[in-house]
Structures are given as structure tokens and as C-alpha cells.
């Protein structure tokens, strides 16, 4: 069964405009991964956060984790077309990655 | 410096058929994963094998489903007798040991599995 859920399912915003995408997970975790899949195939490894970080940044990427209330949100400012995709969040707990249904992202021009 | 290769990248097959898809790990990552995703969901955990460990089958929907790897090498994922419901995509991804809690994964790009 899955442990992440993303919210929203999908969402459609205009190019230069932030984008927020939400995870809920359930069971404790060693760390939180976000991945990016564009069209239906290889997922690309985003960013990591560790259980005691509450927040990490890469590039336009910002993650905050926030373990009390088992969640975690990804933010990509200054969206751009390129930046569509469906986005994936995962938790790490023992020893395998459990993947969330994901966020479809779409960027207007 | 080539990343996880898979093969084949599209597969048709009749019900009842078996298949074998086939995953090349990153050279040097002991751990390997497959994942299936059905079209429009999340992925969904198989297999992973970590050495010489046993694999943890434990996503492995049925016994028409299993895997081998020789080693830290190539891992096949074999389905048996095909059904409809097999049709998604297969993944597989490779990490270093899991030695520490990072396990970033990187992913091969995928076989289209379709089931007529």
C-alpha cells in the first residue's frame, strides 16, 4: 500500500508563478525523497531531507519536513515550462522507499 | 559513467505468454529495485535485492511474478503467464549500500509492458 499521498493530484499554474505540492505520510521514516518523472518513465532523484532536518533548499527547490504532523511540502519557485512533470514524493523506512501517487504539475506559458 | 539501463523499452505480449524484462545497474550500487507503475498511480514496490542477502519479495503481487540477479549485476524480472493486468511500466532503480540512511535511487527508464 502506498504511504506518501500528494496533494494536490494535479495542479496547473503559470510560468514565473511558485508552485506547492504537499506530502502526508503515515509511519516514521529515516528520510523523505522527492523525484520527478516526466512522461510516464525514469524517475530523477530531486532532493533529500533527513527525519531531523525541517528544511532544505536546491536551487529553485525548497523542502520542509515536518515530522510531528508527518509532512512535507515541495516548492519550486519561479515555475518555468521545463518544470512539468509529475512530481513523487518517497519515504525511506526500513530499507525501501515507499512512493505517494504523486502530483501532475502543468506549466502554462 | 552510464546510468541504469533496461531492456527491453516496449514489450507486446499475448495473455498467457511469459516475459522477461531485463534491468543493468549502475556499476558499484549492491542495491536493486523494481517497481511497477500502473498508468496514471504512484510506484509500487516489487523486489529489491541488497548483495548477497536475501531479496525481499514481499511487493511481488502473485507467484506468476519473480526475479533473479547474478551478483551485483543485471536482475531480470520474469512474469509468467501474462495477464491484462500486468500491462504498466516496469522500473528499476539502483543505490549504493545501504549503509546509511541516504539510498537516493537511481531509476532505468522503464519497459512498457503491454498485455493484449
Known amino acids: 500500500s502506498q504511504q506518501g499521498e500528494e496533494d494536490p493530484q494535479a495542479l496547473s499554474i503559470q510560468e514565473g508563478e511558485n508552485a506547492t505540492m504537499n506530502c502526508s505520510y503515515k509511519?516514521?521514516?529515516?528520510?523523505l525523497q522527492w523525484y520527478r518523472q516526466n512522461s510516464g518513465r525514469g524517475l530523477v532523484h530531486l532532493i533529500l531531507?533527513?527525519?531531523?532536518?525541517r528544511e532544505k533548499h536546491s536551487g529553485r527547490l525548497r523542502v520542509t519536513l515536518d515530522t510531528s504532523k508527518k509532512s512535507s511540502s515541495l516548492l519550486i519557485t519561479a515555475s518555468r515550462a521545463a518544470d512539468t512533470a509529475s512530481y513523487f514524493c518517497a519515504t525511506m523506512g526500513a530499507q525501501k522507499l515507499v512512493f505517494g501517487q504523486g502530483t501532475r504539475l502543468t506549466i502554462n506559458p | 559513467g552510464a546510468g541504469v539501463s533496461q531492456s527491453p523499452s516496449n514489450k507486446v505480449t499475448e495473455k498467457g505468454k511469459d516475459v522477461e524484462l531485463r534491468c543493468d545497474p549502475i556499476s558499484g550500487h549492491t542495491a536493486l529495485y523494481w517497481y511497477r507503475q500502473r498508468l496514471g498511480q504512484g510506484l509500487e514496490f516489487l523486489i529489491y535485492f541488497q548483495g548477497n542477502s536475501a531479496p525481499d519479495k514481499s511487493g511481488l503481487p502473485s507467484d506468476r511474478f519473480s526475479a533473479e540477479r547474478t551478483g551485483e549485476s543485471v536482475s531480470t524480472l520474469t512474469i509468467q503467464r501474462t495477464q491484462q493486468e500486468d500491462s504498466a511500466v516496469y522500473l528499476c532503480a539502483s543505490s549504493l549500500a545501504l549503509a546509511s540512511s541516504y539510498n537516493e535511487q537511481f531509476f532505468g527508464p522503464g519497459t512498457r509492458l503491454t498485455v493484449l
Open positions: 509511519t516514521s521514516i529515516n528520510n
Open positions: 531531507i533527513r527525519s531531523n532536518e
